[in-house]
């Protein structure tokens, strides 16, 4: 597995293809267009970068060692909203179908041209994020319910009420479970690149949270620490 992931808040692209040339092409393509990248040769290594990374979205090609792409494209459906684009070495509508039907949100045939892809991957992006907003996530076996467009949070079937950094704190969190979060980052991403805080602001949020929402806030089974790394929640 290639990783060129950066700690920023860009994009996160998985590139799954054993075409060693063809990866190294994507790679170089997809940083200069500001995206991160991870890769994996085959469908058995996909699946398991996936868990690791989380990526934001999946360039996944149809004909694979170990798994082929319908199979990963399938596995990856069945706990996941991943946006995943199929990459087909032949322009047959079947591959294209069979692909759309296995969960797939776009297809692109090989050779492609390089514009094309970026902003195809461009567009799929904006459209999942409008239409993540607006929705609820649910985390905590369901116990915690977060509103993104009424920016509420259900805890155990009460509302309860977060300041507006604890809120995007919290919902960053929840659309990347099991990802794990430096504090740098967390600062970065939730309060903005020019935030004159200091590390211990996500600290003391992180805390108020714990208070809010956990069970037992002293034993915390949803927003774990990760020591010397950062936070993460739970799946």
Wanted: hydrophobic share 40%; with cysteine.
């Amino acid at each position: 597995m290639h990783s060129l992931k950066q700690e920023n808040t860009s994009p996160l692209i998985l590139i799954v293809d054993d075409e060693t040339d063809l990866v190294s092409g994507l790679n170089i393509l997809l940083t200069a267009a500001k995206f991160r990248v991870v890769s994996a040769k085959d469908g058995g290594e996909a699946l398991s970068v996936f868990r690791t990374e989380m990526p934001d979205l999946v360039v996944l090609d149809l004909m694979l060692p170990v798994m082929d792409g319908l199979e990963v494209c399938r596995e990856l459906r069945k706990n996941f909203d991943v946006p995943i684009i199929m990459l087909t070495a032949r322009d047959d509508s079947l591959d294209k179908i069979l692909g759309l039907e296995f969960g797939a949100d776009d297809y692109i045939t090989k050779p492609f041209n390089s514009r094309e892809l970026v902003a195809r991957i461009r567009s799929i992006l904006r459209r999942t994020n409008r239409q993540n907003y607006g929705s609820t996530i649910t985390v905590g076996n369901g116990r915690v319910r977060i509103n993104l467009n009424e920016q509420t949070v259900v805890v155990a079937g009460e509302q309860i009420t977060l300041t507006p950094k604890e809120f995007d704190l919290i919902t960053h969190l929840a659309r990347h479970p099991g990802q794990v979060f430096s504090r740098t980052s967390l600062l970065e991403i939730v309060w903005g690149y020019d935030f004159p805080g200091d590390l211990r602001t996500v600290d003391v949020h992180v805390r108020r949270l714990r208070q809010k929402l956990e069970s037992d806030p002293a034993n915390p089974t949803l927003i774990l620490t990760r020591f010397g790394v950062g936070y993460v929640l739970a799946k």
